[in-house]
Structures are given as structure tokens and as C-alpha cells.
């Protein structure tokens, strides 16, 4: 697979199809299935610290790069206007250098937004989309983050 098709969606399908590209602008996620094939379900949230997500209404890109460590294909690529860029290995001290480097942004983020309130009254069905995502993202970063 060298290219993504984009599927812009209110809630993620359970099945994935390959070289697609879902994208929740209500849910701030993008996912996809692994760029190398493997099958593996890859979680990109969409965040000031996470990823960001470029539209111009026809391709979409995705930064900073997407690094699936946790995974037994460690693959490692970027998707710019649709197109998978595949970039090399990092080592283990590169992972958890990247990963001490995420905690540390997302710490400073969150200590700004804790005055913010949350909505209380979100839909049943939406809470349930909430949490079928968490699961996601905690597969996604192997539950030990």
C-alpha cells in the first residue's frame, strides 16, 4: 500500500478497511490500519500534542511521523498528502526519549485546561463511542503510558 483514501466519519467503524484513512473531527482521532500491512489498528489523536491533521479538501496529512513501536512491525512512516513516506527505525532510546518527550507536553497541556468544565450531558451512544475509542488508544499506546 502506498496511498490512503480519506473517509471522513462520525464514529469509527468496528471493521477497518486497508488504505483508508478514518477521520473524526467530533471524535479529534484519525485511525487506520497499519501502513506495513501487519492488520494492526493504528490510533492517531488528533491534539495540540498528538497529531495534527492537514486538509485541503482533497489530501490529507498527518504530523509529526507515526511510529507503531508497540507493534511487532515497528513500522515507522509519515502520511503526507495521502502518501505513505516510510522513514527509518528508531532505537530503543529513541522511543523512549520520543515517548518521555510526549508525557512532558501533554502534562504542560493539561495543567493549562484543567480549569476548563466538561460537558455533562453527552448522549448515551456518544459515551459509548468514548470508550469503544479509549480501548483504541490504550491498545494503541500498549496500555502502558
Given at each position: 500500500m502506498e496511498t490512503f483514501k480519506n473517509s471522513f466519519v462520525q464514529s469509527i467503524p468496528e471493521q477497518l478497511m486497508p488504505g483508508v484513512l478514518y477521520v473524526s473531527m467530533e471524535r479529534s482521532v484519525a485511525i487506520h490500519l497499519c501502513a506495513c500491512g501487519c492488520g494492526n489498528e493504528v490510533v492517531t489523536p488528533l491534539s495540540p500534542v498528538d497529531w495534527q491533521l492537514q486538509y485541503d479538501g482533497e489530501v490529507i496529512?498527518?504530523?509529526?511521523?507515526?511510529?507503531?513501536?508497540?507493534?511487532k512491525c515497528?513500522?515507522?512512516?509519515?502520511?503526507?498528502?495521502?502518501?505513505?513516506?516510510?522513514?527509518?527505525?528508531?532505537?530503543?532510546?529513541?522511543?523512549d526519549e520520543g515517548r518521555n518527550h510526549?508525557?512532558?507536553?501533554?502534562?504542560k497541556l493539561e495543567s493549562k485546561k484543567s480549569d476548563i468544565p466538561l460537558k455533562q450531558n453527552a448522549p448515551l451512544t456518544a459515551e459509548k463511542e468514548r470508550i469503544s475509542m479509549l480501548r483504541r488508544i490504550?491498545?494503541?499506546?500498549?496500555?502502558?503510558?
Open positions: 496529512s498527518l504530523y509529526p511521523s507515526i511510529g507503531n513501536w508497540n507493534f515497528q513500522s515507522h512512516y509519515w502520511i503526507v498528502e495521502n502518501k505513505i513516506k516510510w522513514a527509518g527505525s528508531w532505537s530503543k532510546k529513541q522511543i510526549h508525557r512532558s507536553r501533554r502534562k490504550l491498545r494503541f499506546f500498549g496500555a502502558t503510558h
